[in-house]
């Protein structure tokens, strides 16, 4: 049960685009669409944004998208904005029927 | 509205246990999935449990595996992490979640477990 891994920062200016990769292998998001993505403010419970790769849930913004390519899923925030800076966690199903995280990516909006 | 609230966390000393509750409203609780996550200080989130719908499957993170045990009362629509032989590196901010295609869709505030002496 291995954490996926996630570069540990990122920043980008308002108005830029942003990628954050997560990868793992092929018995979490190589082998299954469940690959999540959430946004934890300091202090607050995360919130989900992406489900099954690529889906946003009602009332997420649509500059936030996600994508996968063999067992790298990406999370894609164009548009960027100062209320968007914050951490970013992936999270995939696994095999064991287990479900793993990633380290987290602090996103720095410049 | 769904609403999630933990209740239970507090300082226990290590080789201790302690038991944390999850209450949940606003939503069909006996339907769903839940899970519990959890936070070190300063930390990333860290997957700790699961458990289906009637509570008849359950599975665990190998670093709690035979020391926490998940269960739920869909009766009182509250969700229940019993840890025991709690160590140091349990300390961290416990969340429970409503699971939703195959994530955490909704998540309460969390609760904070301390293992010290």
């Known amino acids: 049960q291995s954490a996926l891994t996630q570069p540990a920062s990122v920043s980008g200016s308002p108005g830029q685009s942003i990628t954050i990769s997560c990868t793992g292998t092929?018995?979490?998001?190589?082998?299954?669409?469940?690959v999540s993505w959430y946004q934890q403010h300091p202090g607050k419970a995360p919130k989900l944004m992406i489900y099954?790769?690529?889906n946003r849930p009602s009332g997420v913004s649509n500059r936030f998208s996600g994508s996968k390519s063999g067992n790298t899923a990406s999370l894609t925030i164009s548009g960027l904005q100062a209320e968007d800076e914050a951490d970013y966690y992936c999270?995939?199903?696994?095999?064991?029927?287990?479900?793993?995280f990633g380290g987290g990516t602090k996103l720095t909006v410049l | 509205e769904v609403q999630l609230v933990e209740s239970g966390g507090g300082l226990v000393q290590p080789g201790g246990s302690l038991r944390l509750s999850c209450a949940a409203s606003?939503?069909?609780?006996?339907?769903?999935?839940m899970h519990w996550v959890r936070q070190a200080p300063g930390k990333g989130l860290v997957w700790v449990s699961r458990i289906n719908s009637d509570g008849s499957s359950t599975s665990y993170a190998d670093s709690v595996k035979g020391r926490f045990t998940i269960s739920r009362d869909n009766a009182k629509n509250t969700l229940y992490l019993q840890m025991s032989s709690l160590r140091a590196e349990d300390t961290a901010v416990y969340y429970c979640?409503?699971?939703?295609?195959?994530?955490?869709?909704?998540w309460g505030q969390g609760t904070l477990v301390t293992v010290s002496s």
């Open positions: 979640g409503r699971g939703r295609y195959y994530g955490l869709d909704y």
């Open positions: 999270s995939s199903y696994t095999s064991s029927t287990t479900w793993v």
């Open positions: 092929s018995s979490d998001v190589g082998g299954y669409n469940y």
């Open positions: 606003g939503f069909s609780f006996s339907t769903y999935w």
């Open positions: 099954e790769v690529s």
